[in-house]
């Protein structure tokens, strides 16, 4: 199956923070990949499809990025009759007793997608120092 994705995404175990507009309510939750699109988050309460978060990124210095919950286009093209190409390329699923949902990011200022492309890029970075440290064992 040919990737769709616009930006590749990274596997990753970032701790992260979800806060909703217009209210104190706050989730913990583990960002499972992460890409300059978006990113699949892993909490243990569901987010209704569409709502819009605030997603704190916490990996050296906190970052706030605004985001959106999604779902794949299969669930869509399933749900309300929408043509799949439309649709986002991202899923929602349960795992154990937690969640996980795609976000995508929404409106980034320059500066948080600066941070963005750095915390990807330093991720990419020990990835790759640790794959080499498995080859030399």
Known sequence: MKERRKHT???VKIPAGIYFKGNYHYLDAEILDLSESGAFLQCS?????????MLEIRF???RILAGQVVQDSKQLTNSFGKDPKQASVVRWNKMGSDVG???????LAPEKLTFLRTVIQHLVVM???????????
């Open 9 to 11: 995404r990274v596997p």
């Open 45 to 53: 309460t569901p987010l209704e499809l569409g709502k819009e978060i």
């Open 60 to 62: 050296g210095e906190s």
């Open 101 to 107: 949902f795609g976000v995508e990011f929404m409106n």
């Open 127 to 137: 990835r790759k120092l640790q794959d080499g440290r498995k080859k030399k064992s």
